[in-house]
Protein backbone atom coordinates (compact mmCIF):
# COMPACT_ATOMS: atom_id res chain seq x y z
CA UNK A 1 0.00 0.00 0.00
CA UNK A 2 1.52 3.23 -0.83
CA UNK A 3 1.45 6.22 1.18
CA UNK A 4 -1.03 8.07 -0.60
CA UNK A 5 -3.64 4.90 -0.30
CA UNK A 6 -2.64 5.31 3.41
CA UNK A 7 -3.82 8.91 3.98
CA UNK A 8 -6.76 7.77 1.87
CA UNK A 9 -5.88 9.50 -1.07
CA UNK A 10 -6.00 6.90 -3.21
CA UNK A 11 -9.24 6.29 -5.35
CA UNK A 12 -12.04 3.85 -4.10
CA UNK A 13 -14.85 3.96 -1.61
CA UNK A 14 -13.55 1.53 0.58
CA UNK A 15 -10.30 3.81 1.37
CA UNK A 16 -12.57 6.70 2.12
CA UNK A 17 -15.17 4.42 4.30
CA UNK A 18 -12.17 3.52 6.12
CA UNK A 19 -9.80 6.19 7.00
CA UNK A 20 -13.11 7.74 7.81
CA UNK A 21 -13.45 5.40 10.51
CA UNK A 22 -9.83 6.07 11.26
CA UNK A 23 -10.87 9.76 11.60
CA UNK A 24 -13.56 8.53 14.27
CA UNK A 25 -11.58 6.36 16.17
CA UNK A 26 -8.74 9.13 15.84
CA UNK A 27 -11.53 11.45 17.25
CA UNK A 28 -12.54 8.99 19.99
CA UNK A 29 -9.08 8.38 21.20
CA UNK A 30 -8.30 12.06 21.74
CA UNK A 31 -11.57 12.47 23.35
CA UNK A 32 -10.61 10.28 25.70
CA UNK A 33 -7.04 11.62 26.60
CA UNK A 34 -8.31 15.45 26.52
CA UNK A 35 -10.99 13.81 29.33
CA UNK A 36 -8.27 12.01 31.67
CA UNK A 37 -6.65 15.28 31.29
CA UNK A 38 -9.43 17.35 32.88
CA UNK A 39 -9.87 15.27 35.25
CA UNK A 40 -6.50 14.48 36.11
CA UNK A 41 -5.80 18.64 36.25
CA UNK A 42 -9.02 19.09 38.55
CA UNK A 43 -7.63 16.62 40.97
CA UNK A 44 -4.37 18.45 40.84
CA UNK A 45 -5.99 21.29 41.65
CA UNK A 46 -8.11 20.76 44.46
CA UNK A 47 -5.24 19.30 45.57
CA UNK A 48 -3.18 21.93 45.48
CA UNK A 49 -6.53 24.41 46.83
CA UNK A 50 -6.54 22.12 49.72
CA UNK A 51 -3.00 22.60 50.57
CA UNK A 52 -3.22 26.53 50.00
CA UNK A 53 -5.77 26.55 52.69
CA UNK A 54 -3.82 24.32 54.90
CA UNK A 55 -0.41 26.55 54.31
CA UNK A 56 -3.21 29.93 55.00
CA UNK A 57 -4.64 28.37 58.05
CA UNK A 58 -0.70 27.65 59.24
CA UNK A 59 0.41 30.96 58.24
CA UNK A 60 -2.51 32.85 60.15
CA UNK A 61 -1.92 30.53 63.22
CA UNK A 62 1.88 31.32 63.26
CA UNK A 63 1.15 34.89 63.01
CA UNK A 64 -1.17 35.02 66.14
CA UNK A 65 2.23 33.18 68.30
CA UNK A 66 4.61 35.95 66.82
CA UNK A 67 2.39 38.39 67.79
CA UNK A 68 3.02 37.13 71.70
CA UNK A 69 6.75 36.98 71.35
CA UNK A 70 9.05 40.51 71.83
CA UNK A 71 11.39 39.37 69.25
CA UNK A 72 9.48 38.22 66.27
CA UNK A 73 10.49 41.02 63.67
CA UNK A 74 12.11 38.23 61.55
CA UNK A 75 9.45 35.84 62.18
CA UNK A 76 7.05 38.42 60.68
CA UNK A 77 9.15 39.47 57.80
CA UNK A 78 9.09 35.38 57.00
CA UNK A 79 5.52 35.03 57.67
CA UNK A 80 4.72 38.54 55.49
CA UNK A 81 6.91 36.84 52.79
CA UNK A 82 4.81 34.10 52.61
CA UNK A 83 1.51 35.80 52.69
CA UNK A 84 2.30 38.01 50.35
CA UNK A 85 3.06 34.92 47.91
CA UNK A 86 0.56 33.42 48.54
CA UNK A 87 -2.06 36.25 48.59
CA UNK A 88 -0.54 38.24 45.02
CA UNK A 89 0.92 34.84 43.20
CA UNK A 90 -0.33 32.01 40.89
CA UNK A 91 -1.51 30.32 44.68
CA UNK A 92 -4.50 33.44 45.24
CA UNK A 93 -6.10 31.77 42.24
CA UNK A 94 -6.98 28.57 44.41
CA UNK A 95 -7.81 30.34 47.69
CA UNK A 96 -11.46 30.97 48.02
CA UNK A 97 -12.56 34.47 47.72
CA UNK A 98 -13.13 36.91 50.09
CA UNK A 99 -16.53 37.57 50.75
CA UNK A 100 -17.98 40.67 48.65
CA UNK A 101 -19.40 44.15 49.31
CA UNK A 102 -23.19 44.91 49.36
CA UNK A 103 -23.31 46.55 46.29
CA UNK A 104 -21.43 43.87 44.36
CA UNK A 105 -23.90 40.92 45.81
CA UNK A 106 -26.92 43.41 45.21
CA UNK A 107 -26.21 44.36 41.46
CA UNK A 108 -24.00 41.71 40.28
CA UNK A 109 -24.90 38.40 42.37
CA UNK A 110 -22.03 36.46 43.28
CA UNK A 111 -18.79 36.67 40.94
CA UNK A 112 -15.76 34.90 40.91
CA UNK A 113 -13.53 38.70 41.31
CA UNK A 114 -10.03 36.34 40.78
CA UNK A 115 -8.08 35.75 37.51
CA UNK A 116 -6.36 32.88 37.61
CA UNK A 117 -3.02 34.44 35.76
CA UNK A 118 -1.45 37.66 36.53
CA UNK A 119 -1.74 38.23 32.45
CA UNK A 120 -5.18 37.94 32.97
CA UNK A 121 -5.48 39.98 36.06
CA UNK A 122 -3.58 43.12 33.90
CA UNK A 123 -5.98 43.09 31.09
CA UNK A 124 -9.20 43.10 33.15
CA UNK A 125 -7.51 45.81 34.86
CA UNK A 126 -6.61 47.69 31.70
CA UNK A 127 -10.60 47.40 29.80
CA UNK A 128 -11.52 48.07 33.43
CA UNK A 129 -9.91 51.47 33.60
CA UNK A 130 -10.50 51.94 29.64
CA UNK A 131 -14.19 51.58 30.35
CA UNK A 132 -13.63 54.17 33.62
CA UNK A 133 -11.86 56.26 30.94
CA UNK A 134 -14.77 56.51 28.67
CA UNK A 135 -17.73 56.62 31.40
CA UNK A 136 -16.22 59.34 32.34
CA UNK A 137 -15.66 61.47 29.12
CA UNK A 138 -19.36 60.69 28.49
CA UNK A 139 -20.41 61.67 31.85
CA UNK A 140 -18.03 64.99 31.54
CA UNK A 141 -19.78 66.11 28.26
CA UNK A 142 -22.99 65.38 29.37
CA UNK A 143 -22.35 68.26 32.07
CA UNK A 144 -22.00 70.74 29.31
CA UNK A 145 -24.32 69.55 26.88
CA UNK A 146 -27.50 69.27 29.52
CA UNK A 147 -27.12 72.58 30.79
CA UNK A 148 -26.22 74.76 27.66
CA UNK A 149 -29.85 72.80 26.24
CA UNK A 150 -31.90 74.01 29.16
CA UNK A 151 -30.51 78.00 29.00
CA UNK A 152 -32.17 77.93 25.76
CA UNK A 153 -35.32 77.18 26.68
Not at 59 to 84: G, M, P, W
Request: with cysteine; net charge negative; aromatic share 4%.
Amino acid sequence: MSEEERKGGGGGGDDGAAAAARAAEQARELQDAAAALLTRTRAEEEALRRRAAALQGELRRLREAAAAHADSEKVEEDLDRATCLITEGDVASLLPSKTQGTFLRMFLGPVNLRAPRKEVQLKVKEEYNSYRNCLAVSWFSSDFVVPSTMVME
